[in-house]
């Protein structure tokens, strides 16, 4: 049962900290999205890849988050320096096709900045 | 862009019937899925609608209507498992926008 994979799945941290989230996508699913879900804004995204290249990270804060897909099997989303209202569930996901398609959810990893 | 409304919480009971409804205003429309999400879970496809009407499969059916963009999920025979987030979420020409989902509570 192939699934999307995230670690840590959670994580505590200090202000100023840098925080490295990782994911790995289903087998053969080309396409990546990084997500942020909030009680009071639901479901963000964040960035997406497709065959590995960025095509959109306009939700992203660029001053502190980066993220990348050094290869197929891992995409990594970075928050240097973190901030306490950077908490928040991180949720990566993937889909087999164009981006528009139905997506897989990894578990999501739970950041909390003090 | 996408603006997506749905309620923030309903409450119904068990073996009763619930429609969770959404309207959006987009520039662009290719079609509406939902996705269901338990507390401290990943969101999991539920449905996809592209064409207007009504699309069943089990207890869950999912119904559009792209002129006025409006779609609901009905939940039949409801049981206490179905207690969680329904998120609807319009598929763009390039994105899926998701709205903040609606919180259902089923009470015995």
């Known amino acids: 049962d192939a699934r999307v994979t995230q670690t840590p799945r959670h994580k505590v941290t200090e202000m100023g900290q840098e925080v490295t989230m990782r994911c790995q996508p289903i087998?053969?699913?080309?396409?990546v999205f990084w997500y942020r879900q909030t009680m009071m804004q639901g479901l963000e995204l964040l960035a997406y890849?497709?065959?590995?290249?960025?095509?959109?990270d306009s939700g992203m804060p660029k001053d502190r988050f980066s993220a990348e897909m050094p290869d197929a099997t891992l995409a990594t989303l970075k928050i240097q320096p973190s901030e306490p209202r950077d908490s928040a569930v991180y949720f990566c996901?993937?889909?087999?096709?164009?981006?528009?398609?139905?997506?897989?959810f990894g578990p999501g990893t739970r950041l909390t900045v003090l | 862009g996408q603006n997506i409304d749905q309620p923030t919480e309903m409450t119904a009971t068990e073996g009763a019937i619930v429609q969770i409804n959404c309207t959006y205003q987009?520039?662009?429309?290719?079609?509406l899925f939902w996705y269901q999400q338990h507390a401290g879970e990943a969101p999991t496809f539920l449905s996809y609608n592209v064409l207007d009407g009504l699309e069943e499969k089990g207890r869950f059916s999912s119904f559009l209507s792209r002129s006025k963009g409006y779609s609901y999920l009905l939940l039949k025979e409801l049981q206490m498992k179905d207690s969680a987030s329904y998120l609807c979420a319009v598929r763009g020409y390039q994105k899926v926008t998701f709205g903040i989902g609606t919180k259902l509570q089923v009470i015995p």
């Open positions: 996901a993937d889909s087999a096709g164009h981006s528009t398609d139905t997506q897989y």
């Open positions: 087998l053969g699913h080309n396409t």
């Open positions: 987009t520039s662009g429309f290719n079609g």
């Open positions: 890849f497709r065959n590995r290249a960025p095509l959109d």
